[in-house]
């Protein structure tokens, strides 16, 4: 599965933004999918997930209520929507995906495929 990660920018605190992960294959809507995020000189770290139909989703706590993970199956995308935007969002954003969404859906590490990073600045 290539991932294909596009929405990022410049934005002032308390902006929106939203990002968009374009799916290569059909069989995208059997995945579970993943934003996590990298800040300079910062491991990278959870962000949101989703399973495979939409119907479980899951938000790191400094994002929750502000952003919103979503999925259209049927153009092989899922969405970030980020509202509210903080300088401390301030990150490259990663999509990822996985075959099954499992207790362990904010580890990196257990995703299978990645997409390339968005880049996202917020201003103060």
């Known amino acids: 599965v290539q991932l294909q990660a596009s929405g990022g920018g410049l934005v002032q605190a308390g902006g929106s933004l939203r990002l968009s992960c374009a799916a290569s294959r059909r069989t995208f809507s059997t995945y579970g999918m993943g934003w996590f995020r990298q800040a300079p000189g910062k491991e990278r770290e959870f962000v949101a997930a989703?399973?495979?139909?939409?119907?479980?989703?899951y938000y790191a706590d400094s994002v929750k209520g502000r952003f919103t993970i979503s999925r259209g199956n049927a153009k092989n995308t899922v969405y970030l929507q980020m509202n509210s935007l903080k300088p401390e969002d301030t990150a490259v954003y990663y999509c990822?995906?996985?075959?099954?969404?499992?207790?362990?859906?904010?580890?990196?590490?257990?995703?299978?495929?990645w997409g390339q990073g968005t880049e996202v600045t917020v201003s103060s």
């Open positions: 990822a995906a996985r075959g099954n969404l499992y207790s362990d859906y904010d580890v990196d590490g257990v995703y299978d495929y």
């Open positions: 989703i399973s495979w139909s939409g119907g479980r989703t």
